[in-house]
């Protein structure tokens, strides 16, 4: 059973920057794609970005270039640098990992971007 926990959300103000991590209490190396969902109040929960096992990155159009994904294998962590955010990027952000068709979550961490 993969365990994922993020950290490093917090208030900021738009225009600001944060950094997300997301540390595996397992090697990541294995896992097919690790990425972010995030869940605003009231709305669905929305993709906003992956990275593959072999470094392949994708993100939604409403975070392309401003957020950037990366993973360290050798820290089992996948970091996700958030820059000139909007109070639209407000919402719970979450970790998974996906792994020949398992997904496991984090419990999520809270983005709140003020105007």
């Known amino acids: 059973q993969v365990q994922l926990v993020e950290s490093g959300g917090g208030l900021v103000q738009a225009g600001g920057s944060l950094r997300l991590s997301c540390a595996a209490s397992?090697?990541?190396?294995?896992?097919?794609?690790m990425g972010w969902y995030r869940q605003a109040p009231g709305k669905e929960r929305e993709l906003v970005t992956f990275i593959t096992s072999g470094g392949t990155t994708n993100y939604a159009d409403s975070v392309k270039g401003r957020f950037t994904i990366s993973r360290d294998n050798a820290k089992n962590t996948v970091y996700l640098q958030m820059n000139s955010l909007k109070p639209e990027d407000t919402a719970v952000y979450l970790c998974y990992s996906l792994r020949m068709g398992q997904i496991h979550w984090g419990q999520g961490t809270q983005v709140t971007v003020s105007s």
């Open positions: 397992g090697s990541i190396s294995s896992m097919n794609r």
